[in-house]
């Protein structure tokens, strides 16, 4: 069976949903209205955008703000120099203020400097009007190359609060106990059970997978970022799930994915591996590659089966405790 | 060969659609030439649905009943209209006067309730930037729709060409604000609120005029200064002043008590919190504000010191229900950290609180019916393994609940996820920490008993996460794998599904025009129209 517009609805709905899709089909090429409808039965052809009114005012000056702008590395190092002669005493290393200075980088001028396309601008005027300095230097005297060199320090300061900066990274994980994870591993996390010298062996996992944080989210939630399922990063969508994503090109055997067994009276038994669950249908591929799709009827009795479960079954009991021994554990076996 | 086909299946069901469809002529506006007007919004007719979430109750209850658990099934395609450009439609529609008026990010549009057909798009082209994640939808009042910009500007057009009237920005984009919410008129007065949490700067709802957006009130979300109340739930003014706790969701408002009820982001900084002791109030949690001043009357932490990026900024939904016997002015939130709240909305005093998706973050709860925080579940360096993860349990979507069934209804996702602290010194800034990776359990459609927090039934969810819209019909729309589906509201048994081209992303309305009730609903970049043959 062919996937795609079959598997729509109830019977009662299967026409009008078919016209749905293919409606909604015919028009993914067109920006345009689609119609079914008395009293405006032609697709109307798109309208011209409204005409906008000029920019006005001062918003109009105003240029863009980056999220994260571009530090200019060179002026941040000599910008970090200056910080280190001037600054750093009340503000500290990093900005974030000490017990004699506040922390700036939350401040009005640090932000909208950050915001400015040259960098300087707003840190500028603020520092001639005068501004206490470590070395009693006037703050009026910084060159302008000076000030631009030191908003390019606070810049990266502030950058590194966000998302996604350089030193937005995990720390040393590795603080377990190896034997107690050894002795967790074999006995009551149940995990030698599976995973044994000849089948799904982990020897070498360490070396295999490079760091102790994508072995500890690996042996958490093996499932994430597999292809076809589960790869949406966070979450990790199960099949058939938010996406309602097309099944995956058939894969080679894939040991862990999610099989279904179908039992429906009058019915031959159907199992092979879950493609897409809805309200009405489940679809399978099975062994041979053919993909069926089974109406759930009263009757229908539909078996999940997750090759993972273990791993799954592990997160409502495990404490991190556990989770750091293991981890600890797994590091040994390079 | 293909297109061929799907392209006579047109034809067919347009066909069959003028057979059995009435004839219709455009009604005279009952709002001309003035427009709408807020008494309008505050008792909407069936032929509208003025304000973001219908009404100021936040229950997306509507009471037409042409459509029925029994004849949903026959429910069909009346329009598409797809967006001109890509973007995803996460805001609610509102209608007024036939006309649907609803956002993407820097856009407004206005398309024809009967017929989709576009009447204006305007593009708001000079944004200076901001977060493109999504945006809530529009106010009306008069003749001019309401919405915010990106780049933190309330935008007024006139309603009938889409023109721009004015812009105010309400919000600064230089600290790292944006605007996502969809404002709401109450009374003379618009109600909005900024977004974002990458620097740590404080929160605030505000009234702004709806003639040129000028500020009327506003209310901080932290304390800003010394004697102001949660003062002694921060370690001191400098963290409470830049303590977050954004205002990311439309409010919620009772006209008898004269009340806005508002709910809360997650502190700042986010994830790593050494230095941000205390419960930081009043982030993560339900305030009742005097609806004229901006005045807090009450509150109610759901997540008190968060570290989850746990908003709880779930719509505060307001009903009258009986508890012990005596009728009780209610309000209800199934909060992202897995709690689900009954609050007497007069006083801010728990009547129930339970968890409607399992956690193992906390500890029970305390004499006021807040959680209490395990301590242990806190990001740690090594990782904490912790439910729900961040994107919650539930999310922004629009929660839904029924008077007629007594039940409360949410889209619940329980997902683990682990939390890592990545700076560790004591005095760390923005995030300093995330979740990683995870593990979902299947999805459901949950219903709650609201005078018990018990589920009374829950269902899977093949469709995204999206909003929820009860009837009085006894139906319950929502998400469905690849569109849009119909629910028994009692029961939760599935009825009816219709692949649209996407699944549901926003929340479903529905309204009659001409003695027929249509359903509508944003999938991604389209808005797709269902009407009862």
Redesign the interface.
Known sequence: MKLG?M????P??L??????????????S????????????QP?A??P?????P?TGA??A??????SPQVDQAAHDRGRALWAIDCVGCH?A?A??SDTG??I??S?TV??D??APQAGSVLGPFLKAGHPTQSKKPSASFTDAEIADLANFLRAR?N????GSA??????????DAKAGASYFNGAGGCAGCHTASDRSLAGIATRIGTP?DL??RF??P???RAGR?GR??????P?????APAPAAPAVDRNAITVAIAAPNSAPLSGVLV?????YVTLRDADGTVHTVRRGPGTRVTKTNPLQA??DL??R?T?AQ??DVVAYLETLK | MRALVTAGWCVLVSAALLAQTPASAPRPSPNAPNGLTAAQIEKPTPDSWPTYNGDYSGRRFSTLTKITAANVKNLSLSWLYDLPSPGVIKGTPLLVDGKLYFTTPNNAYATDARTGQELWHYTFARSRGGINIGNRGVAILGDSVYFTTTDCNLVALDIKTGTEKWAKEFCSLEMMYYGSVAPVVVKDKLILGPSGDDLDVPAYLEARSPANGDLIWRWYVTPQKAGDPGLDTWPNLDMAKHGGGMTWQPITYDPALNRIYVTTGNPQPVVAFKNREGANLYTASIVALDADTGKMVWHFQASPHDTHDWDATQAAVLFDGTVDGQPRKLLAQASRNGHFFVLDRTTGKAIVSSDYAKTNWSLGYDKKGEPIPNPQKQPQVAGALVTPNQGGATNWYPPSFSPQTGLFYVNVTRAFSVWYIYDASDNPMGWGGTDRGGYSEQPELKAIDYKTGKVRWAIPRYGGNSGILTTAGNVLFNAAAGGIGAYNATTGEALWNARVGGTVTNGPITYELDGMQYVVAGAGSRLVAFVLN
């Open positions: 517009p598997r729509i609805g109830t009662d709905a026409v009008i949903g078919l016209a749905a899709f293919a409606c909604a089909a015919a028009s993914l067109a920006h345009q209205t689609v119609v079914v409808q008395p009293g405006n039965r109307s798109q309208q955008p409204a005409p906008q009114p920019p918003a109009a105003r240029p863009p703000v980056p999220r500290g990093q974030r203020g506040p922390n980088i939350r009005e932000n909208f950050r915001s502030v590194d609060t966000m998302r030193i937005f990274t995990v720390g040393d994980i590795v603080t377990g944080v500890q989210q958490l939630f499932n994430t970022g589960g990063g966070r979450g990790g969508a199960p058939g799930g938010p996406a309602g897409e669950e809805s309200d009405f791993h799954i997160l409502d495990i991190d989770i750091h």
